[in-house]
Nanobody, 121 residues
Framework: QVQLVESGGGLAQAGGSLRLSCAASGLTFSSYAMGWFRQASGKEREFVAAISRSGVSKYYPDSVKGRFTISRDNTKNTMALQMNSLKPEDTAVYYC??????????????WGQGTQVTVSS
């Protein structure tokens, strides 16, 4: 059974940092690309970052580029999202996902339960 479990969410002040982690089990982790998405209250789910199977290729939308960094450790079946220079508009539930290297949520077949990130101004 495939399972993705996020951790590390919480409350931060604007300009601060948080680090999210995602632990995967029940599959061959290195066979899949991974991504982070977020969904703010009342809004559509939004792409945040993607990382290729090897970890060499990474992709970010302009909204987080230069502030967020995605990484993975295929020896530990984990992925992380380092979030710096946080803004109130980064407030959302963050989800890790496993699938194809893409910014499209439909290309990811497995999802975590989500972790709340709240940034105060």
């Amino acid at each position: 059974q495939v399972q993705l479990v996020e951790s590390g969410g919480g409350l931060a002040q604007a300009g601060g940092s948080l680090r999210l982690s995602c632990a995967a089990s029940g599959l061959t982790f290195s066979s899949y690309a991974m991504g982070w998405f977020r969904q703010a209250s009342g809004k559509e789910r939004e792409f945040v970052a993607a990382i290729s199977r090897s970890g060499v290729s990474k992709y970010y939308p302009d909204s987080v580029k230069g502030r967020f960094t995605i990484s993975r450790d295929n020896t530990k079946n984990t992925m992380a999202l380092q979030m710096n220079s946080l803004k109130p508009e980064d407030t959302a539930v963050y989800y890790c996902a496993l699938g194809s290297y893409s910014e499209n949520a439909d290309d990811y077949g497995y999802w975590g339960q989500g972790t709340q990130v709240t940034v105060s101004s």
